[in-house]
């Protein structure tokens, strides 16, 4: 895997920078309730050197009745103020399941025009295995001005969507499980539809990633990808449970040099809740 500040970085990369002054950690861990696990006791528990906490539950917009939607600049910038996170700062993003939640926090950062970001491969657990050096206590932060302004062109919302199932222009690539995608499997959420929208392909997030939890190498993401049957000389779109597998579609994408994507920020838990859209199941 190539090392890249803007996308991936390995174990051995961040063990190398992890003593550079403008190099800031987050821990942005994050679980379904199914998963019985406690991301902030955890990371008070053990953590890397450093690594600051973010909930992404709590850096959303809270106007909305959707979980974790991005949220407006003004709160992102603050709350990575807060953090002693800014302008200048390389940032590098973990969470505990390997490659689950950090690709969110770094799609964040994209959002809001900071291309400074990149992802742990294979997160803290790869971490942990090679002995790498935790701690458990917060780093002492001191705020630090950020400057943002919102990429929208990189977020979708289900008007959007409806269109594109309508008129075309984009693929839709969902990257929840198989059963979830094809309607077999019940939602994690109460009160959603089963199945997909339409047209969509199923890019399952996992498919993505080696046993190990870091991400294959190009030619096993592109067989990914064109095995769905998304062309990936095509604008895409990239959708999941609630826009947080989605995001690790959207840097895999990164990772190819497809730049024309997009998040569905509300992803199933909009479409799946709104009797209004049409929805499909079985395979596409």
């Given at each position: 895997m190539t090392d890249d500040p803007q996308t991936l970085v390995s174990t051995e990369w961040l063990g190398a920078h992890l003593s550079d002054p403008d190099l800031r950690i987050i821990d942005a861990s994050w679980y379904l309730p199914q998963m019985e696990r406690d991301?902030?006791?955890?990371?008070?528990?053990?953590?890397?050197?450093?690594?600051?906490?973010?909930?992404?539950?709590?850096?959303?917009?809270?106007?909305?009745?959707?979980?974790?939607?991005?949220p407006p600049v003004e709160k992102f910038t603050s709350r990575m103020r807060s953090l002693g996170i800014g302008d200048g700062h390389?940032?590098?993003?973990?969470?505990?399941?390997?490659?689950?939640?950090?690709?969110?926090?770094?799609?964040?950062?994209?959002?809001?025009?900071?291309?400074d970001a990149a992802v742990l491969d294979g997160g803290f657990p790869k971490w942990r295995a090679e002995n790498r050096p935790v701690e458990d206590t917060p780093p002492v932060s001191r705020e630090r001005n950020m400057t943002a302004q919102r990429r929208a062109h990189l977020v979708k919302d289900a008007a959007q969507i409806a269109a594109v199932v309508e008129r075309g222009g984009a693929q839709i690539a969902d990257a929840r499980a198989p059963e979830r995608f094809r309607g077999e499997?019940?939602?994690?959420?109460?009160?959603?539809?089963?199945?997909?929208?339409?047209g969509a392909r199923n890019v399952p997030f996992a498919t993505l990633l080696n046993p190990d939890g870091t991400m294959k190498n190009e030619s096993g993401l592109r067989a990914a990808f064109e095995g769905a049957g998304i062309e990936l000389t095509k604008p895409i779109v990239t959708s999941c449970g609630s826009g947080v597998t989605a995001a690790v579609l959207?840097?895999?994408?990164?990772?190819?040099?497809?730049?024309?994507?997009?998040?569905?920020?509300?992803?199933?838990?909009?479409?799946?809740?709104?009797?209004?859209?049409?929805?499909?199941?079985g395979d596409t």
């Open positions: 991301a902030r006791a955890e990371y008070d528990l053990c953590h890397i050197p450093g690594a600051r906490f973010v909930d992404i539950d709590d850096l959303s917009d809270e106007r909305s009745e959707l979980p974790h939607m991005a390389q940032v590098v993003v973990y969470d505990g399941a390997g490659l689950f939640s950090a690709a969110r926090v770094w799609w964040l950062f994209r959002l809001m025009g900071n291309n499997a019940p939602e994690p959420r109460p009160g959603l539809r089963k199945g997909h929208i339409p959207s840097l895999a994408l990164e990772r190819l040099g497809h730049r024309d994507h997009a998040l569905y920020d509300g992803s199933w838990a909009e479409w799946g809740m709104r009797e209004d859209l049409d929805i499909e199941t």
